[in-house]
T-cell receptor, first 114, second 113 residues
Framework: DAGVTQSPTHLIKTRGQQVTLRCSPK?????VSWYQQALGQGPQFIFQ???????QRGNFPDRFSGHQFPNYSSELNVNALLLGDSALYLC?????????????FGPGTRLTVT | AQSVTQPDIHITVSEGASLELRCNYS??????LFWYVQSPGQGLQLLLK??????LVQGIKGFEAEFKRSQSSFNLRKPSVHWSDAAEYFC???????????FGQGTTLQVKP
């Protein structure tokens, strides 16, 4: 049973550039949430996708956008990168029909903005 | 607003000693509570969860946690720590309706040989 997978593992970008991160949920899961984890901090909720729609959004600017595909996989896009966007980006999947709070996390994508 | 506080930033215990990591939450209703563990450079692994029912919940790797409504706490315990338990531990609460998790700042556990 494949768990949550994310790609790429690491990424280095320059200020002002755009980046796309990808996530495939755990088998049987239909909901994907994205979190940002700055160094030394707990993860912060960015947004959650279910049925290809954004259900809930955290306190992040519109530069952060996402998408969910019919196969439940998801992308996180960040435009006009800032140095402060450097962080570990975590994807979590869950099953809406049971309890969407029970989320399983992928290994993350480490984004460095220079 | 919901929030989670982990009062201890860093804890050091000797291998074989018992462990308790503290977690306090602020939430209006019965919360959904979680403990996750994160090894360096890795994602988060779910250790255990509390939704309702028995206030003492068992998790993986020999961990347990007790929900105490009167103290708004959900402390994580392990009777005997192993060197491999050294990691970052996060407590989280499920925000009502949305399915969003709110995390504490984490506690770094160091295990002395």
């Amino acid at each position: 049973d494949a768990g949550v997978t994310q790609s790429p593992t690491h990424l280095i970008k320059t200020r002002g550039q755009q980046v796309t991160l990808r996530c495939s949920p755990k088998s049987g899961h239909d909901t994907v949430s994205w979190y940002q984890q700055a160094l030394g901090q707990g993860p912060q909720f960015i947004f959650q996708y279910y049925e290809e729609e954004e259900r809930q959004r955290g306190n992040f600017p519109d530069r952060f956008s996402g998408h969910q595909f019919p196969n439940y996989s998801s992308e996180l896009n960040v435009n006009a990168l800032l140095l402060g966007d450097s962080a570990l980006y975590l994807c979590a999947s869950s099953f809406q029909g049971a309890n969407s709070y029970e989320q399983y996390f992928g290994p993350g994508t480490r984004l460095t903005v220079t | 607003a919901q929030s989670v506080t982990q009062p201890d930033i860093h804890i050091t215990v000797s291998e074989g000693a018992s462990l308790e990591l503290r977690c306090n939450y602020s939430y209006g209703a019965t919360p959904y509570l979680f403990w996750y563990v994160q090894s360096p450079g890795q994602g988060l692994q779910l250790l255990l969860k509390y939704f309702s029912g028995d206030t003492l919940v068992q998790g993986i790797k020999g961990f347990e946690a007790e929900f105490k409504r009167s103290q708004s706490s959900f402390n994580l315990r392990k009777p005997s720590v192993h060197w491999s338990d050294a990691a970052e531990y996060f407590c989280a609460v499920g925000a009502e309706v949305t399915g969003k998790l709110i995390f504490g700042q984490g506690t770094t556990l160091q295990v002395k040989p």
